[in-house]
């Protein structure tokens, strides 16, 4: 019978935090990437926020038209770093009801689109910011609302 020596395994710094996952992420989905309806629908789901005294967790929901209102885009986002500057300058929502909680944004389209007629193609990019003392996750994602009608100028007949 003979007996192995146990052997002393020494993991590179950072490979076991690696091995363990991301102590922070964001991701955020929709039920329907596609609207008919001037409401809004997104889910956001995150790990890892810092939370508040109220222990509302530190996420918050931008949206591509807002982000328009921005005059500086360096006063927004750090290419340097890739992270977002806090507090955000842009007109923003903070998340209070928390990760899996739906958000429901009611009238979003015309609200934000008031010039819009009903042919036009609408779309928007949403962003979930998801924050814990500097470290940051976040996830975006696009709606497009489609024409409710459209307008023909001319039809060319073809011989079939």
């Known amino acids: 019978m003979s007996i192995q020596q146990a052997i002393d395994v020494k993991l590179a710094p950072g490979l076991l935090t690696a091995l ?38 530190d996420a918050w929901l931008i949206n591509s038209k807002d982000m328009e209102t921005v005059t500086d885009p360096d006063t927004l986002y750090d290419t340097s770093t890739g992270k977002f500057i806090f507090p955000l300058v842009c007109p923003n929502t903070h998340l209070t009801n928390g990760t899996f909680a739906p958000i429901v944004l009611n009238n979003w389209w015309t609200t934000n689109f008031p010039s819009a007629v009903p042919a036009d193609l609408l779309y928007a990019t949403f962003i979930l910011i998801v924050k814990n003392g500097p470290e940051q996750a976040y996830s975006s994602l696009t709606v497009h609302r489609l024409p409710t009608t459209v307008l023909v100028d001319t039809v060319t007949e073809h011989d079939p």
């Open 20 to 57: 363990r996952g991301p102590k922070l992420w964001a991701t955020l989905q929709a039920p329907t990437l596609i609207s008919f309806e001037d409401t809004v629908v997104l889910a956001p789901l995150f790990y890892g926020a810092a939370v508040d005294d109220s222990g509302m967790p």
